[in-house]
């Protein structure tokens, strides 16, 4: 009888002992590791939040656009002024007005960019006619919605992105995100400016949503002139149509 009483003291002993155990690898086990805790809690970088606005704006469908340009040449014989219209991402097309200046003459001219041409309707003409774009000057206003090649791929493309402060556009509070993009990109996107230089550019995102709401680039888009061209994006997905004249 005395051996059966210390036979179950010792097997109650054994079970506190192993339960004891479990409980201390299951704490162990639950831990996180330093370096794992430390990756996922990382805040997002600039080129992060970059990378969410390219997703947001590719996958808009549509989006309406403004681009003004300052401190531009008086003595240019053609550069774009202005710039407003709405476009389509996915095909890329354009149906606004461009604002330049041509042989001299500042004019507003309507334009419809759609399936790779470019229709202008030009002064003291009575309808739409295609024109090549590098005739007048003028970037093909479509590829500014491209996904692949237009204002979207300048955020993936952005050299030393880094977080600038806080500002207002209309009702808007942006973030900012300061970086520079390449001659090259510039070229490529508007026909103009110096392929050797380096532009600044400087994005508004709107927290939360990550809509870019503005680009404005700085650089000797006409050499040796260091301009800028600021373009304001918003009504992203409201529905829009672009036909052929």
């Known amino acids: 009888m005395q051996a059966n009483t210390k036979t179950s003291s010792e097997r109650t002993w054994a079970l506190v002992v192993s ?26 970088t600039a080129q992060d939040r ?25 003595e240019a014989s053609a550069y774009v002024i202005k710039a407003e219209g709405s476009g389509t991402t996915e095909p890329p097309a354009f149906d606004g007005t ?19 041409e470019l229709y202008l309707k030009l002064p003291f003409t009575p309808a739409f006619a295609s024109v090549n ?39 808007d509070v942006v973030q900012e995100v300061n970086g520079t993009i390449s001659g090259d990109q510039v070229a490529d996107l508007l026909t103009i400016g110096d392929r050797d230089a380096e532009f600044d550019v400087a994005y508004g995102l709107i927290e939360d949503s990550w809509e870019l709401r503005t680009v404005t680039v700085t650089g000797p888009f006409y050499p040796p002139v260091e301009s800028t061209y600021t373009v304001t994006l918003d009504e992203y997905g409201v529905p829009v149509t672009v036909t052929a004249p």
């Open 98 to 116: 461009i604002t330049g200046k041509i042989s001299g003459v500042q004019a507003d001219v309507p334009a419809i960019a759609v399936d790779g």
């Open 19 to 44: 339960a004891a155990l479990l409980v201390g690898l299951g704490a162990c086990s639950s831990e996180e590791d330093p370096e794992t805790s430390e990756a996922t809690s990382a805040a997002p």
């Open 133 to 171: 774009p590098e005739t007048f000057g003028v970037p093909d206003p479509a590829v500014l919605f491209s996904a692949d090649a237009g204002l979207p791929s300048l955020l993936q493309d952005t050299d030393s992105a880094e977080f600038g402060g806080q500002s207002r556009v209309g009702r």
């Open 50 to 74: 970059l990378d969410t606005a390219y997703d947001v704006l590719s996958e808009a469908g549509s989006v309406h656009l403004l681009m003004e340009g300052t401190n531009l040449p008086e």
